[in-house]
């Protein structure tokens, strides 16, 4: 299976981390000199502004759907396959049992 696309989804996500990151970053270092607090109110502010950034990044969104949609068309075509065969065995074999017993 080619798994270029999740690694691009991922480094994607990195990427808009990373840059999340610096940005909060630099915030921090701005509001820290401005104001007293403590860092474990920082923490919780940083973690709450990389959850929120995190849940509205939908990059990468589409190629799961895709994905996922391929994966459901890919499992319908085995599952009709497999009935197929069976169909196409039987008629075989009926008509090798009807060769055999009128020659």
Not at 13 to 28: M, P, T, W
Not at 39 to 57: G, I, N
């Amino acid at each position: 299976m080619n798994e270029w696309p999740v690694r691009v989804i991922v480094s994607v996500r990195i990427e808009r981390y990373l840059e999340v990151a610096d940005q909060v970053r630099s915030n921090k270092q701005a509001t820290c000199r401005t104001s007293e607090e403590t860092s474990k109110e920082m923490e919780v502010r940083d973690f709450k502004q990389h959850y929120r950034v995190f849940l509205a990044d939908e990059s990468g969104q589409d190629m799961i759907e895709f994905a996922l949609v391929t994966a459901l068309v890919g499992l319908g075509a085995i599952v009709a396959m497999k009935n197929l065969a069976t169909n196409i065995t039987n008629a075989f074999n009926s008509i090798g049992t009807t060769l055999t017993t009128n020659v």
